[in-house]
């Protein structure tokens, strides 16, 4: 069985990565459980990767002490872990793994301890790997459209004289400049990635029993390689050629025809074949998710906090045990283990000689559960279709944080004050009934709906919450604090509500529903550490747009 034209790409990524794990780096396979991926991970099967999770406990990894020996020979004995032993890593629902992990797992690879086969089960456009590993991983295969009859067979068990002969093959310095060049035309800076590009280049000569790269290697080795990292056409830098002439510019010379370069392929070329190789949804869905990242990161949305029952375990820390904390019984023994000896313990009877500077005590890390505060404006100078075009918005974002977990809240100021309208919540059926009843008129007392959004912020902050916010107003405030109507009170007292929310929950977003930007909600969106975001003609699927990053952290 030859397998559809998908395989053959399936086939060159699987004998490159088992050519030589270390130099690749790793593969990234993305793909939910299915035939498919089944099938491609038993012709891996012989490279015997270890599976781990992004829960793997630190001692697992990193290795600690063996309580067994160290009992015995009354001495610390430590003992390897993964990482120390260099197996080849399988890493399974890698889209959560955590930034600290993706970085030990990539230190690991740059001192080339190990390589990862990396199992990506992402559902959604937002959910990508770590950075840390994307940068390192030379091999991407997407088999979500593959179906099991699509796969053929590969041998990648006798490959001894391939790797002899790769060490053979060298790259010409035109041949290396011409990936660098393409490389940097697919919108990619990372310096690494026309590195590995190199190396699969080589491997696939040596592969086709070769002592020199062709063309078709750099061009099947760019498509391996460079084509999942490229910048979807939009995201893509402006081209440079496009700008418009300087008048007074010397035109260069024609550059020198070199004999040497005869051999070697135009780089458009191979950016052609790199954009030709995945289709644009995927690498929109790829820029998604990088957008994603640098918003999560940017905002710390979702902050990590230690719990004693439930999350990622941590190392264990010394304690007494209680209600709030579990004993971990094996880092009190291996606490207490090298002692024995000098306490007069783990003799002939067997007995251990604990101590209470020995107990310690379970920990755990959990992401908290995030609160999207949404601050409307519903004043008069808020026109009331733009009031129902906030409702509208609201209605979708709050669909989406359902499935995501996350609950909303809605501060809605008109008149002289401002009321939480709606509470904490995940129902959809309760925050449809409050934006039904939500009238429209009156002055915009802004710094009351900003200082009730910052006492909210707080108290839910107190039970664990971390919450964002999200201001919708044409930011003509013109009613203070004590419900005088003065534009300039009402200006400063915006501003001071502002300090409070940069207390509380920087890195929100502020949209300037006014028909014209203005200047002064953009200052005050700095004085917050918010986005700005003129939206004049918004409609309730663009607000929705603006908005749902900050959900997707």
Same mark, same amino acid.
Not at 178 to 187: D, E, F, I, K, Y
């Given at each position: 069985m030859s397998g559809s034209p998908g395989w053959a790409r399936v086939r060159d990524a699987l004998r490159l990565f088992a050519l030589d794990p270390k130099a690749m780096g790793g593969i990234w396979i993305r793909s939910r459980p299915g035939p498919a991926r089944d099938r491609v991970l038993d012709l891996l099967a012989p490279l015997g990767a270890r599976r781990i999770t992004p829960n793997i406990a630190d001692e697992t990894l990193d290795?600690?002490?063996? &309580?067994?020996?160290? =009992?015995?020979?009354? +001495?610390?004995?430590?003992?390897?872990?993964?990482?120390?032993?260099?197996?080849?890593?399988? $890493?399974?629902?890698?889209? +959560?793994?955590?930034?600290?992990?993706?970085? @030990?797992?990539?230190?690991?690879?740059?001192?080339?301890?190990?390589? =990862?086969?990396? $199992?990506?089960?992402?559902?959604?456009?937002?959910? !990508?790997?770590?950075? /840390? &590993?994307?940068? @390192? =991983? %030379?091999?991407?295969?997407?088999?979500?459209?593959?179906?099991?009859?699509?796969?053929?067979?590969?041998?990648?068990?006798?490959?001894?004289?391939?790797?002899a002969r790769r060490a053979r093959v060298m790259l010409t310095d035109d041949d290396?400049?011409?990936?660098?060049? *393409? #490389?940097?035309?697919?919108?990619?800076?990372?310096?690494?990635?026309?590195?590995?590009?190199?190396?699969?280049?080589?491997?696939?000569?040596?592969?086709?029993?070769?002592?020199?790269?062709?063309?078709?290697?750099?061009?099947?080795?760019?498509?391996? !390689?460079?084509?999942h990292r490229a910048l979807a056409a939009e995201d893509a830098p402006p081209d440079q050629?496009?700008?418009?002439?300087?008048?007074?510019?010397?035109?260069?010379?024609?550059?020198?025809?070199?004999?040497?370069?005869?051999?070697?392929?135009?780089?458009?070329?191979?950016?052609?074949?790199?954009?030709?190789?995945? /289709?644009?949804? $995927?690498?929109?869905?790829?820029?998604?998710? +990088?957008?994603?990242?640098?918003?999560?990161?940017?905002?710390?949305?979702?902050?990590?906090? +230690?719990?004693?029952?439930?999350?990622? /375990?941590?190392?264990?820390?010394?304690? @007494?045990? %209680?209600?709030? #904390?579990?004993?971990?019984? #094996?880092? *009190?023994?291996r606490a207490a283990a090298p002692w024995q000896k000098v306490r007069?313990? #783990?003799?002939?009877?067997?007995?251990? !000689?604990?101590?209470?500077?020995?107990?310690?005590?379970?920990?755990?890390?959990?992401k908290s559960d995030r609160l999207l505060i949404f601050v409307v404006d519903a004043s008069g100078s808020q026109a009331m279709s733009r009031l129902a075009e906030a409702k509208g918005a609201i209605e979708i974002l709050l669909s989406q944080a359902y499935a995501r977990r996350d609950h909303v809240a809605l501060v809605?100021?008109?008149?002289?004050?401002?009321?939480? $309208?709606?509470? /904490? *919540?995940? %129902?959809?059926?309760? !925050?449809?009934? @409050?934006?039904?009843?939500?009238?429209?008129?009156?002055?915009?007392?802004?710094?009351?709906?900003?200082?009730?959004?910052?006492?909210?912020?707080?108290?839910?902050?107190?039970?664990?919450?971390t919450p964002s916010l999200a201001l919708l107003t044409d930011g003509r405030a013109n009613i203070a604090l004590d419900g005088a109507a003065d534009r300039q009170a009402a200006a400063r007292d915006a501003r001071l509500a502002a300090a409070q929310i940069l207390a509380l929950c920087p890195g929100g977003i502020v949209i300037d529903t006014g028909r014209r930007p203005t200047p002064d909600l953009a200052a005050l969106a700095d004085a917050m550490a918010a986005h700005y975001l003129p939206l004049p003609r918004a409609d309730a699927a663009r607000l929705g747009r603006a908005v749902a990053p900050i959900m997707a952290g």
């Amino acid at each position: 069985m030859s397998g559809s034209p998908g395989w053959a790409r399936v086939r060159d990524a699987l004998r490159l990565f088992a050519l030589d794990p270390k130099a690749m780096g790793g593969i990234w396979i993305r793909s939910r459980p299915g035939p498919a991926r089944d099938r491609v991970l038993d012709l891996l099967a012989p490279l015997g990767a270890r599976r781990i999770t992004p829960n793997i406990a630190d001692e697992t990894l990193d290795g600690g002490m063996d &309580l067994a020996a160290t =009992l015995a020979l009354g +001495r610390p004995v430590e003992r390897d872990g993964i990482l120390a032993r260099g197996d080849l890593i399988c $890493l399974g629902m890698a889209e +959560r793994t955590a930034p600290g992990l993706a970085a @030990r797992l990539g230190q690991a690879i740059d001192r080339r301890e190990t390589a =990862l086969l990396v $199992l990506d089960e992402a559902a959604g456009e937002d959910e !990508t790997l770590a950075a /840390p &590993l994307v940068d @390192r =991983l %030379s091999l991407f295969l997407d088999l979500s459209d593959l179906r099991l009859a699509d796969l053929g067979q590969v041998e990648l068990r006798n490959l001894d004289a391939a790797r002899a002969r790769r060490a053979r093959v060298m790259l010409t310095d035109d041949d290396r400049q011409t990936l660098v060049a *393409t #490389a940097m035309s697919l919108g990619i800076r990372s310096l690494r990635a026309p590195m590995l590009a190199a190396q699969a280049a080589r491997g696939l000569a040596a592969l086709a029993g070769r002592d020199r790269v062709e063309i078709d290697d750099l061009r099947r080795a760019v498509e391996l !390689t460079l084509a999942h990292r490229a910048l979807a056409a939009e995201d893509a830098p402006p081209d440079q050629s496009d700008a418009p002439p300087d008048d007074d510019a010397v035109e260069p010379p024609e550059p020198p025809q070199d004999d040497a370069m005869q051999g070697t392929p135009p780089q458009d070329m191979l950016v052609d074949a790199a954009r030709a190789e995945l /289709p644009a949804d $995927l690498l929109r869905a790829l820029a998604a998710g +990088r957008a994603a990242r640098v918003q999560s990161a940017a905002r710390g949305s979702g902050a990590a906090i +230690r719990s004693n029952r439930r999350g990622r /375990p941590l190392p264990a820390r010394q304690g @007494r045990p %209680s209600d709030a #904390a579990r004993l971990d019984l #094996a880092a *009190t023994l291996r606490a207490a283990a090298p002692w024995q000896k000098v306490r007069g313990g #783990a003799g002939p009877e067997q007995r251990l !000689t604990l101590r209470l500077e020995d107990l310690h005590v379970r920990q755990f890390e959990q992401k908290s559960d995030r609160l999207l505060i949404f601050v409307v404006d519903a004043s008069g100078s808020q026109a009331m279709s733009r009031l129902a075009e906030a409702k509208g918005a609201i209605e979708i974002l709050l669909s989406q944080a359902y499935a995501r977990r996350d609950h909303v809240a809605l501060v809605a100021f008109r008149g002289t004050g401002a009321e939480i $309208l709606l509470p /904490p *919540t995940r %129902s959809l059926v309760q !925050t449809r009934k @409050r934006l039904a009843a939500l009238p429209g008129g009156g002055g915009t007392p802004l710094a009351a709906g900003l200082f009730t959004a910052a006492n909210l912020a707080r108290q839910v902050r107190g039970r664990g919450f971390t919450p964002s916010l999200a201001l919708l107003t044409d930011g003509r405030a013109n009613i203070a604090l004590d419900g005088a109507a003065d534009r300039q009170a009402a200006a400063r007292d915006a501003r001071l509500a502002a300090a409070q929310i940069l207390a509380l929950c920087p890195g929100g977003i502020v949209i300037d529903t006014g028909r014209r930007p203005t200047p002064d909600l953009a200052a005050l969106a700095d004085a917050m550490a918010a986005h700005y975001l003129p939206l004049p003609r918004a409609d309730a699927a663009r607000l929705g747009r603006a908005v749902a990053p900050i959900m997707a952290g």
